[in-house]
């Protein structure tokens, strides 16, 4: 049984994936900064162990050889902090995946798993056609994600140097916005607390109220489950995949007229129904589309999550709450919180 260490298992993508790939037959060790995680990962026959990346001491916790697999989410997310902390991005990015190299060369790591974002390719939205995974980075250079990009792109260099020294396969993932169940509503915007675009809509379906839409009705892009990227990820384990970079994606481009009505068919109240006000005045959610080719052929990916059958599951998540231990109740974090409008 092959052993996966992954890193940054408490927050979102590395929480599901660590449960995807325990089901799949790997022997999964969940990793976090997290103190405790409440027994959650227990309940599933996962050790949890606390580590702090930036403490170079701190690994010695974690099994020390034959490790076949590290999947490195551990991250500082502009969307998870409040305020602007740039030096954040870079003790976290670079030095904290320094140290998580250094861990998986001494357990003798045959794959490494690390996400980059999409912002890193900027210029390239707007345009329906697709994305190449290995398209040149150029980004604005005074945005809350401006930073986390650099840091993100030095962290890729590191590892592909890491890679060749030390012989193993890497596999860098480029991460559009991953969507999936988390109680938590709301997110960060230069610094400021907002409601996650899809989560204040469907509350107001819920209410049958009016959901205004911005910008264009027909603006399109890939609307990607998280449950297909933790297919992804075990692929990068179990297929002979050339190391680089790969695009994450679905090829299941969604308009936004088509987001919030299966989003009102899905959640929204029957009397009252929203309805759907179009206001062409502000901008457009950012449109783009990701070259997932190399995804599908190299790591023999295969899409299955479309939008109506993810909104479903999603719901499905929200009601069942499977993750309470690990990151409590929506109630938790909505306390004197404003409702959407």
Not at 209 to 234: A, H, M, N, T
Request: glycine residues 8%; hydrophobic residues 35%.
């Amino acid at each position: 049984m092959k052993t996966i260490v992954i890193f940054g298992a408490t927050g979102k993508v590395g929480c599901y994936a660590s449960l995807y790939l325990k089901e799949k037959g790997y022997n999964v060790v969940a990793v976090g900064k997290r103190e405790s995680d409440n027994g959650f990962f227990t309940d599933y026959d996962i050790p949890y162990f606390s580590v702090d990346i930036l403490k170079q001491d701190a690994f010695g916790v974690l099994p020390q050889k034959d490790v076949y697999g590290v999947v490195h989410m551990a991250a500082v997310l502009p969307a998870s902090m409040q305020g602007y902390q740039p030096r954040v991005y870079v003790e976290s990015n670079i030095y904290g995946t320094m140290n998580v190299l250094d861990y998986a060369v001494s357990a003798g790591v045959q794959r490494f798993v690390f996400p980059k974002s999409v912002s890193d390719v900027y210029h390239l939205y707007g345009s329906q056609k697709p994305i190449d995974p290995d398209a040149q980075p150029q980004f604005p250079i005074n945005s809350d994600h401006t930073i986390y990009a650099i840091t993100k792109n030095a962290a890729v260099d590191i590892i592909r140097h890491y890679a060749a020294r030390y012989d193993f396969r890497y596999y860098v993932l480029r991460f559009p916005n991953i969507f999936c169940y988390h109680p938590k509503p709301t997110m960060f915007k230069d610094g400021k607390r907002i409601w996650k675009g899809q989560r204040a809509i469907i509350e107001q379906a819920k209410k049958g109220e009016d959901i205004e839409l911005w910008g264009s009705p027909d603006c399109s892009r890939d609307v990607f489950y998280v449950k297909d990227c933790c297919q992804i990820i075990e692929k990068t384990m179990s297929s002979d995949g050339e190391s680089g970079i790969y695009n994450v994606g679905n090829n299941m481009p969604v308009t936004r007229m088509q987001q919030i009505e299966g989003i009102i068919e899905v959640f929204g109240s029957k009397n009252p129904k929203s309805k759907i006000i179009i206001n062409r005045d502000k901008p457009d959610s950012p449109n783009f589309c990701l070259d997932i080719t190399k995804t599908i052929k190299q790591l023999g990916y295969k899409p299955e999550w479309d939008y109506m059958s993810f909104l479903k599951d999603l719901k499905k998540e929200m009601e069942l709450n499977r993750f309470e231990k690990l990151w409590g109740k929506e109630s938790d974090y909505t306390e004197g919180l404003e409702q959407p409008k």
